[in-house]
């Protein structure tokens, strides 16, 4: 990529003078779509960011939220979410990695310590060669660096779809853990401090990193584009962590930003921007890795496990001191000033690639400027882009007729709804000593004994509803995510969202686009959820075409305590109850978006959600809470067969007889395979007891009492299946038995 006209006539007019390449660069890179936003900022004030609870929201590193606490001491989490979507199809282990290295490193520069990771996958039909090369690289990827650098996975999702197929997702969230007295944040506080890079030594990959992820994937994207895709470290993302915390601890940082996108040029400037400040920089003075690097490589390179922190002068060689204790290199490369951002460079014989000090000059040496811009103009002047977009339409009702066995085993053998556990036994979901409930559960629960709180977290989309209908998919999207909380007894708090299209400058793909952000804000604000933070990308297409428009949200709730109902039944105790709408009722079971129409090629609307989520969700969490609950589970993806067979483990069982009233147009289709999310499975002693506290907020239907045979059978109308717990693995083994 190259600066636009229209934008370089900008920054000439703003300049008063043609820009240096250094300059040129970094206007390319810092006003790309994937650092200023100019298609999406538009449409991203229709979020609610505030709340009591909203210590920092969205705009800075990551978000800073309070959790409710019985005593006087403030414990805050933070949240954040990125993508790392273009390089982890040109290098899916690399890509995925340092995914995960850049939303941890977020994390730290708002002085929190990293407590647990979710990640949200999407790749292309898992029956394709390539797709499975991408999803192993992918988890490899994921697993090696989370697990080494000691922070647990706990939550996610993975779907497949074939619009994934030449560009996959991959969206990684993390929660930190911090205070008052520890809360740092990315905007400089004074001219005369230091700016000190810290970390990892700069090299060349990862250059242009962010303008590679503002355009179209190429079909020679995973040769032409590797240079881009950074290489990660994580046992020096590791060191990094840990020196983190002590120059946090000892309270010697006054703001930071980790090195993401646009590396040094991108930290730096967006970090005095923030402060309404400027800097002088010296870009030889950052330590180096590979020799002869020049201003713009030093600039951009994308190299990972960096952190630029502004320290008081008097505090910098203690920094150097932790730092070289973790064996990290350490850089004074300039300091803040009231001025603009200036960045200068002397070539230099004297310097080595072996030579990390900082000091040495060489005599001869000139001292060229090679950017001299205004900081805020720099990170805030991209004019935004009015774009045209289309009305997303759903589509017509197309039902199959399929025979109810086939059905049965094909949504529950179908690799957007078997198991998971391939994916997750990879990662170290326990390192930490804070996960209670694990994956594999409708969501995560990590405790936080500082506040006696246990968070809940889930993470996710549904590419099957997003591609049916971007608004409504979106809201069932936030209600499920919501649902999953809340089946595990947490209440809902914050949310921050990944939000994936394509090309916007397409009406269809911005229309859907539109559609998303819109549906996910409303349910959002529905269920008083701020979203404090998130991310977008775009230009999520190939040759293949465009992608799903793809809304990921990683919400989290809060409990007392660390305790949860499990998914499974317990065997032949308490009555299986369904809450929420069968739809058989009204005559009109949606099946739209639903992984039943996906198996066999058919079209609907998708489905109505329950009147009042608000009180739905809150009464869910009350019940699971109860003591006579003995397992809960959410409806969702794959409908209520494939949840009633998720909860058939071991020696439970469970006879259901679902009736099929005459002129039911869906029938039984309908009524085990539809997906309208707010729907839970709650086992329970005292069914009255539930009943009464679901009275007036969602319909509650018996499903019968789990017996103690480990099989299910389930009677629909005049037809009926019947599957044992072990056939029940086998055909949820999908992607295990594909794999390994």
């Known amino acids: ?51 009591e609870q909203v210590v920092i929201g969205p705009g800075d590193d990551a ?99 074939d619009d994934y197929e030449g560009n996959p997702l991959v969206n990684v969230a993390c929660v930190g853990l911090t205070d008052d007295e520890r809360l740092v944040t990315a905007e400089a506080q004074e001219p005369g401090n230091k700016l000190v890079l810290v970390g990892n030594a700069t090299g060349r990959d990862g250059l242009g990193g962010a303008s590679f992820a503002s355009e179209d994937l190429a079909e020679d994207a995973e040769t032409e584009d590797r240079p881009a895709v950074q290489v990660g470290d994580p046992y020096a993302e590791k060191l990094l962590i840990e020196a983190n915390e002590v120059l946090i601890e000892e309270g010697l940082i006054e703001s930071a930003r980790d090195l993401g996108a646009a590396g040094l040029g991108g930290a ?28 713009l490589e030093i600039l951009l390179a994308e190299s990972q496990e960096r952190m630029c922190y502004e320290v008081a002068p008097e505090n910098v060689d203690r920094v150097a001191e932790i730092a070289e204790k973790y064996d990290l290199g350490c850089s004074v490369i300039g300091e803040v000033t009231e001025g603009n951002y200036v960045c200068t460079f002397e070539e230099s014989e004297a310097r080595s690639a072996s030579d990390d000090s900082t000091d040495e000059r060489s005599e001869s040496g000139e001292r060229e400027t090679v950017v001299d811009v205004d900081a805020y103009f720099l990170g805030e002047g991209a004019p935004m882009n009015d774009l045209p977009a289309d009305e997303p339409t759903q589509p017509e009702r197309d039902l199959p007729e399929i025979d109810l066995e086939t059905a049965f085993e094909a949504v529950l053998s179908s690799p957007n709804t078997a198991s998971k556990r391939w994916v997750y036994r990879q990662y170290d979901h326990e390192v930490g ?35 049916t209908a971007p608004y409504e998919g979106a809201r069932a999207i936030a209600l499920e995510n919501a649902t999953n909380v809340a089946a595990k007894g947490a209440t809902p708090l914050a949310a921050v969202d990944c939000l994936n299209g394509g090309n916007p400058e397409k009406p269809d793909v911005y229309g859907g686009f539109t559609g998303i952000v819109d549906g996910l804000a409303d349910m959002c604000a529905t269920l008083e959820t701020p979203v404090v933070g998130g991310n977008v990308s775009l230009y999520n297409d190939s040759p293949s075409g465009p992608i799903p428009p793809t809304p990921t949200l990683a919400l989290v709730g809060t409990k007392d305590g660390y305790e949860a109902p499990p998914l499974a039944l317990e065997p032949g105790a308490g009555d299986l109850l369904l809450v929420g709408d069968r739809g058989l ?16 090629d058919g079209s609907d609307r998708f489905p109505a959600l329950p009147e009042d989520p608000q009180a739905l969700i809150e009464t869910v969490a009350a019940v699971a809470n109860d003591e006579s609950t003995l397992a809960t589970h959410d409806v969702s993806h794959g409908g209520l067969a494939v949840s009633l067979a998720e909860m058939v483990t071991g020696e439970a069982g469970l006879e259901v007889d679902i009736p099929v009233p005459a002129g039911t147009e869906a029938g039984v289709a309908g009524a085990l395979f539809h997906e309208q999310p707010g729907r839970v499975l709650i086992q329970t002693t005292d069914a009255d007891g539930v009943r009464e506290a679901f009275d007036g907020v969602a319909p509650v239907h018996s499903l019968g009492t789990p017996a103690e045979d480990g099989t299910l059978s389930i009677t629909v109308g005049d037809l009926s299946i019947d599957a044992d717990a072990a056939k029940i693995r086998e055909y949820r083994s999908t992607i295990a038995a594909e794999l390994g």
């Open 433 to 467: 000593v804070r996960t209670s409930v694990g994956p594999g559960d409708d969501a995560a629960i990590v405790a936080v004994r500082e506040a006696n709180q246990g968070l809940a977290i889930s993470s996710g989309a549904a590419p099957n509803w997003t591609d």
């Open 268 to 295: 730096s400037s967006e970090l005095v921007a923030k402060g309404g400040l400027g800097a002088h920089i010296e870009l030889d003075r950052v330590h180096q890795r590979e020799p002869n690097m020049n201003a």
């Open 63 to 161: 978000a800073v939220v309070a959790l409710p606490t019985d005593g006087d001491d403030d414990v805050y989490i933070t949240m954040g979410i990125e993508s790392h979507n273009h390089p982890s199809y040109v290098d899916p282990f690399d890509g995925a990695a340092t995914g995960v290295g850049g939303i941890v490193r977020d994390t730290l520069s708002m002085g929190a310590y990293p407590i647990a990771l979710a990640d949200s996958l999407y790749f292309g039909d898992f029956d394709r060669e390539h797709s499975k090369y991408l999803f192993e690289g992918v988890v490899e990827g994921i697993s090696h660096y989370g697990n080494c650098i000691g922070v647990p996975t706990v939550a996610g999702s993975v779907d497949f779809h």
């Open 1 to 51: 990529m190259s600066l636009a006209d229209s934008d370089h006539e900008l920054v000439v007019e703003e300049l008063g003078r043609e820009p240096t390449p250094a300059e040129a660069a970094l206007f390319e890179n810092l006003w790309s779509e994937h650092c200023a936003y100019r298609s999406s900022r538009p449409l991203l004030s229709a979020f609610e960011s505030e709340g």
């Open 585 to 600: 009722e009204s005559g009109d079971v949606r099946l739209g978006g639903s992984e039943y129409l996906a198996q066999f």
